[in-house]
């Protein structure tokens, strides 16, 4: 199946700094790529879904200005966290669809890969 | 946001037992998901269910959708010690030429050798 990396898997910084996280498509082409987060033994909530070529779309209660998401190409979706604090500390998961239509014989394939995560903490 | 809910919060079960673990949630849907997560790991994709299905299967898992009561429930038969994870289901939809994948609040299951 398709892949999606993060990058880094973990990061631990100080707070008041910004912190980027990266997510790739390796093997195909994501229109759209969504951010998640998930605290300690809890669900992953959406932040945002960034479109390729134009502004994210922010969830309600998520601050644009804090967490700032860029997907300047079909591959790549980066978030910033900036000015981390501790409450930031948490479990970042990307994740892209990939939507094509098939062959010949017709139909389509609408599949969201999930990438493996970035636990990020802030002291 | 949240679509919806996951009961139980948390299931602890003998290896062999079955497992059942239900969803419900509140829009319209296109699609249906369910995923398990190992603890502090990614996300590995179970089954998806289209809106227009009432019920699948893959290999020990099955897969329900009631569309009419917003729920489904999904099945883990002959557990094992491996299937212990955290369960969510996840609904898609799409609103205002916008796609969405919302998670449900998860499952706990322990399955004790």
């Known amino acids: 199946g398709a892949v999606v990396s993060q990058h880094p898997s973990w990061v631990i910084c100080k707070s008041g700094t910004s912190v980027k996280i990266e997510c790739r498509s390796l093997?195909?082409?994501?229109?759209?790529m969504f951010w998640y987060r998930q605290f300690p033994k809890q669900s992953l909530m959406l932040m945002a879904t960034s479109n390729e070529g134009s502004k994210a779309t922010y969830e309600q209660g998520v601050e644009k200005d804090k967490f700032l998401i860029n997907h300047a190409s079909l591959t790549l979706s980066t978030l910033t966290v900036t000015s981390a604090h501790p409450e930031d500390s948490s479990f970042y998961i990307c994740s892209a669809r990939e939507w094509r239509r098939g062959l010949a014989g017709g139909g389509f394939t609408d599949t969201q890969y999930f990438g493996p995560g970035t636990r990020l903490t802030v002291l | 946001s949240q679509q919806g809910e996951e009961d139980p919060q948390a299931l602890s079960i003998q290896e062999g037992e079955n497992a059942t673990m239900n969803c419900s949630y509140k829009?319209?849907?296109?699609?249906l998901q369910w995923y398990r997560q190992n603890s502090g790991r990614g996300l590995v994709h179970l089954i998806l269910i289209r809106s227009n299905e009432r019920e699948k299967h893959s290999g020990r898992l099955r897969v329900t959708l009631d569309t009419s009561k917003k729920s489904s429930s999904l099945l883990i038969t002959a557990s094992r010690a491996a299937d212990t994870a955290s369960y969510f289901c996840a609904t898609a939809r799409f609103k205002d030429s916008s796609y969405k994948l919302i998670f449900g609040s998860g499952t706990r299951l322990l399955v004790r050798p």
């Open positions: 093997d195909f082409q994501a229109t759209t």
């Open positions: 829009t319209s849907i296109n699609n």
